[in-house]
């Protein structure tokens, strides 16, 4: 396990799937990050990689052949190699190889890295293609936060998400496990979302961003401490496991979307599908404030 450490933060960091597993606060120990209890869902902050939620029947076509790939890919089941690391940084690199040509024939360098500063954990990704040949793909992060945090007197449901800038967002339905794009729905969100365990009954609320930077933070008026999480991504999921009374929620940044209803199968023409033409890269980037 790798760990970061400054005066105020201790951050953990498996290198199996880069995985962020620990953010506790040095002066009261307390623990922000989910801690992967299997009986209501087994891991901390998976990456997403190459693919963001479920593709249908858990295949698609690339290049005239069929793959099989289960949902949100294989990059948060790989290990990772350490390529740098210092007391508060770290980056990680995962290429492809025989086993991920299997899932996902396309050479690819995925690098990310870690960056802890004052209450601020940094996140930095980029997907570089090492070909002469246009890639396609997907990414997206998926973190999730003790609700309530360790030590507070608050329930699930004392806790809110407030979103900005305060407006209204549009919201992607999900059909089971699939994207409705042709019938999003207006989210009201100049106020703060109040968290129950039924808003996730048709599974992840998901907000289109459009790119423009935004701040979700998970907070409560019991208890000081929260989290804040800041990104200009297309897309941002909120869930927690339905109908479980989950003791988490998580704040997924995502530059891809799960298939749509009306998908054919074809990874080029996916929706929300990210293309990197030959020898160039994507960046993707949030930081997560702990306070």
């Not at 350490?82 to 980056?91: A, E, G, K, L, R």
């Not at 690819?108 to 802890?116: D, G, K, M, Q």
């Not at 699939?178 to 989210?187: A, E, F, I, Q, R």
């Amino acid at each position: 396990m790798i760990t970061l450490k400054n005066d105020y933060l201790t951050v953990k960091i498996n290198p199996l799937g880069a995985e962020l597993t620990s953010v506790k606060d040095n002066e009261s120990g307390l623990e922000y990050m989910w801690q992967a209890d299997k009986a209501y869902w087994g891991r901390h902050a998976p990456i997403l990689f190459p693919i963001v939620g479920r593709l249908q029947d858990n295949q698609y076509r690339l290049n005239g052949e069929t793959y099989h790939m289960t949902q949100h890919g294989f990059a948060r089941d790989r290990e990772f190699t350490i390529i740098d690391q210092t007391d508060t940084q770290v980056s990680l690199e995962l290429t492809a190889d025989d086993e991920t040509k299997a899932l996902y024939p396309q050479d690819f360098i995925l690098t990310l890295s870690y960056e802890l500063v004052d209450h601020q954990l940094k996140v930095n990704a980029t997907v570089t293609n090492p070909t002469d040949e246009a890639m396609v793909f997907s990414f997206g992060a998926h973190p999730g936060f003790n609700v309530p945090f360790g030590g507070a007197l608050a329930d699930f449901t004392d806790y809110n998400v407030t979103v900005s800038p305060k407006q209204t967002y549009q919201r992607v339905p999900l059909v089971g496990p699939y994207s409705d794009t042709k019938h999003s729905v207006p989210l009201d969100l100049h106020q703060p979302l109040s968290l129950k365990h039924d808003l996730f009954d048709h599974d992840a609320q998901v907000l289109t961003l459009d790119n423009h930077e935004t701040t979700v933070m998970l907070s409560t008026p019991s208890d000081d401490h929260g989290i804040a999480l800041t990104v200009a991504a297309p897309y941002l999921g909120i869930w927690s496991p339905y109908p479980k009374q989950a003791p988490f929620v998580c704040l997924e940044p995502w530059w891809g979307l799960a298939d749509d209803v009306q998908a054919t199968g074809d990874l080029e023409t996916k929706v929300a599908i990210q293309k990197l033409a030959g020898k160039d890269s994507f960046k993707a980037s949030y930081q997560i404030t702990y306070f």
